[in-house]
């Protein structure tokens, strides 16, 4: 399957720790996504990359949360001093960057808990 | 700003039945529009969209919508419903054309599709 994948699939930590999800998109899709999805809630976005730019930042993205993409391919989702209002899933997604292809693919999710 | 709603956060519907799902939305411009179903313990996997062109989308699993653009809807439809298709489905959309870095998809809060045998 070459689908969009995520690492850890779950992750528990202490509040006030630090913790970082890795994702990786489907090969050759330049576009890639982060959302956060909270229980009984759709997915709220986080931040876009196009290869290794960070074009777009959410204003959820507070200054605990960092994203980066250094050499356009895998993406990190790094966060700081956990609280445990940051308990979600984590979801990453790709897309092509080809005209006729506006559809985001999504990863499985990182699932966060915050002690 | 963009949003959308979901006004149902269940529907319930027996086999062989029809089925619709509910979706409305506020963008600023024409919309990108999209569903996405969520199994258990799984990602969003992609149904249909509506970029431009006929107003009845085809997509995943016999399931279509139709875009409404004077009632602001993208109803999802399905002319007969299965047990399987019971799952958590999101509408979202996006603004067409406009600054080429937003790119972000808004969501619904999601409707739990419940089809009974």
């Known amino acids: 399957d070459t689908g969009v994948s995520q690492d850890p699939r779950h992750k528990i930590t202490k509040r006030g720790q630090n913790v970082t999800f890795r994702c990786d998109p489907i090969s050759e899709h330049n576009r890639l996504y982060w959302y956060r999805q909270t229980l009984g809630q759709g997915p709220e976005f986080l931040t876009y990359f196009q290869n290794e730019a960070q074009l777009e930042k959410s204003r959820l993205l507070s200054d605990r949360f960092s994203a980066e993409r250094p050499k356009g391919s895998f993406s990190t989702l790094e966060i700081q001093r956990t609280e445990q209002g940051d308990s979600a899933m984590y979801l990453c997604?790709?897309?092509?960057?080809?005209?006729?292809?506006?559809?985001?693919?999504f990863g499985p999710g990182t699932r966060l808990t915050v002690l | 700003a963009q949003s959308v709603a979901q006004p149902e956060d269940q529907v319930n519907v027996a086999e062989g039945n029809p089925l619709t799902v509910k979706c409305t939305y506020s963008?600023?411009?024409?919309?990108?529009l999209f569903w996405y179903v969520q199994y258990p313990n799984r990602g969003l996997q992609f149904l249909l969209k509506?970029?431009?062109?006929?107003?009845l989308v085809k997509g995943s699993y016999g399931f279509e919508a139709e875009f409404n653009k004077s009632q602001t809807s993208f109803h999802l439809k399905k002319p007969s419903a299965l047990v399987s298709d019971s799952a958590l489905y999101f509408c979202?959309?996006?603004?067409?054309?406009?600054?080429?870095?937003?790119?972000?998809?808004?969501f619904g809060s999601g409707t739990r599709l419940q089809v009974q045998p």
């Open positions: 509506y970029i431009t062109g006929d107003n």
């Open positions: 997604a790709s897309s092509p960057d080809r005209v006729g292809y506006n559809e985001q693919f």
């Open positions: 979202a959309v996006r603004a067409l054309g406009g600054d080429t870095g937003r790119r972000a998809l808004t």
């Open positions: 963008v600023s411009g024409n919309p990108y």
